[in-house]
Nanobody, 119 residues
Framework: QVQLVESGGGLVQAGGSLRLSCAASGRIFRLNAMSWYRQAPGKQRELVAAITSGGSTVYADSVKGRFTISRDNAKNTVYLQMNSLKPEDTAVYYC?????????????WGQGTQVTVSS
C-alpha cells in the first residue's frame, strides 16, 4: 500500500505565506512526477504545480511567481511554498504522486489540506 500524507495548511492573511508538505510512504519502487492540485468550493479540481523526478516544473498561470514546488527524492516528499497569498487561493490542496509500486504505475492522492486566505 502507498500513502500520501499532507501537512502545512491553515489560515493566513492575504499577503502571507504557507508551506505545504506531502510525504509518500509504502511500497514505492519508483516515484515519478509529483504535483499539487486544489479545489475551491463549487469549482473543479485544478492543477497548481507539478515537478518531475528530474526537477522540471510547471505552474498554473494564476500562481506563477508566487508559488514554488520542490521535492526531496531521498524523503519521497514534495513541497509547495506559497507566498503572496490571495483570498482566491483559498481551497483544499491535494498532493498527487505518479509511481511504480512493483505491480504497475498509478496515481495516488493525499487526503487534502485546507488553505484559507482571509482578506
Amino acid at each position: 500500500q502507498v500513502q500520501l500524507v499532507e501537512s502545512g495548511g491553515g489560515l493566513v492573511q492575504a499577503g502571507g505565506s504557507l508551506r505545504l508538505s506531502c510525504a509518500a510512504s509504502g511500497r514505492i519502487f519508483r516515484l515519478n512526477a509529483m504535483s499539487w492540485y486544489r479545489q475551491a468550493p463549487g469549482k473543479q479540481r485544478e492543477l497548481v504545480a507539478a515537478i518531475t523526478s528530474g526537477g522540471s516544473t510547471v505552474y498554473a498561470d494564476s500562481v506563477k511567481g508566487r508559488f514554488t514546488i520542490s521535492r526531496d527524492n531521498a524523503k519521497n516528499t514534495v513541497y509547495l511554498q506559497m507566498n503572496s497569498l490571495k483570498p482566491e487561493d483559498t481551497a483544499v490542496y491535494y498532493c498527487k504522486a505518479n509511481l511504480f509500486d512493483g505491480l504497475g504505475t498509478s496515481d495516488y492522492w493525499g487526503q487534502g489540506t485546507q488553505v484559507t486566505v482571509s482578506s
